[in-house]
């Protein structure tokens, strides 16, 4: 079974900054088969990316996904208020990361 | 608008039981797979159960132990989670979620998420 690990845990940046958010899977993920999900205080999770790249409607062109292999990354321009948020990466049809906490200072 | 909506939670002592259910709307619910996922403050995001869209297909994941049935009533718009014989860790939020791939022998990602419903496990 493969296992997503996400780091850093915590990300903590002034608005306009840019977070860089990575999800590192223990084998190869075949054919980018990864999704990125975005969940905000007291919500659900929401899609925001599928096949390691692909942007989900309604999701803006600042957040971008990456990677390929073992190794992904979650890459959100100029972070606003609405971004706080606790980011996860699931490998299609397994688990979850245990996700990271992204917070405006 | 294209929502999910669960229902259903509560409070239940071990070994107890609960239905839990989620109304689709906005969309053609015979046309997409379904799934619950669960969540909790240690073990973060679990897949509990999937359901093909004609429902002949079901899955649930290995902790489930012949507890949990999954199923749906497309006329209804409706899925279903039967939760039995229930332990203290199965205390948790479920969401009903989507998935939007066309796949009938297992999820693969959600597209579309309830708000959840809470189901504690105490005594």
């Known amino acids: 079974e493969i296992v997503l690990t996400q780091s850093p845990g915590t990300l903590s940046l002034s608005p306009g900054e840019s977070a860089t958010l990575s999800c590192r899977a223990t084998q190869p993920i075949s054919n980018n088969y990864l999704a990125w999900y975005q969940q905000r205080p007291g919500q659900a999770p929401r899609l925001l990316i599928y096949?390691?790249?692909s942007r989900a409607p309604g999701i803006p062109d600042r957040i971008r996904g990456s990677g390929s292999g073992t190794d992904f990354t979650l890459t959100i321009s100029r972070v606003e208020p609405e971004d706080v948020a606790v980011y996860f990466c699931q490998q299609y049809g397994s688990a979850f990361g245990q996700g990271t906490k992204v917070e405006i200072k | 608008e294209v929502k999910l909506a669960e229902s259903g939670g509560g409070s239940v002592q071990p070994g107890g039981s609960l239905r839990l259910s989620c109304s689709a709307s906005?969309?053609?619910?015979?046309?997409?797979?379904m799934n619950w996922v669960r969540q909790t403050p240690g073990k973060g995001l679990e897949w509990v159960s999937f359901?093909?869209?004609?429902?002949?297909?079901?899955y649930h994941a290995e902790f489930v132990e012949g507890r949990f049935t999954i199923s749906r009533d497309n006329a209804k718009n409706s899925i279903y989670l039967h939760l039995n014989s229930l332990r203290a860790e199965d205390t948790a939020i479920y969401y009903c979620a989507r998935d939007p791939t066309g796949y009938i022998y297992g999820f693969n990602y959600f597209d579309l998420w309830g708000q959840g419903t809470l189901v504690t496990v105490s005594s």
């Open positions: 096949g390691a790249s």
């Open positions: 359901i093909s869209r004609n429902g002949e297909n079901a």
């Open positions: 906005g969309f053609t619910l015979d046309s997409y797979e």
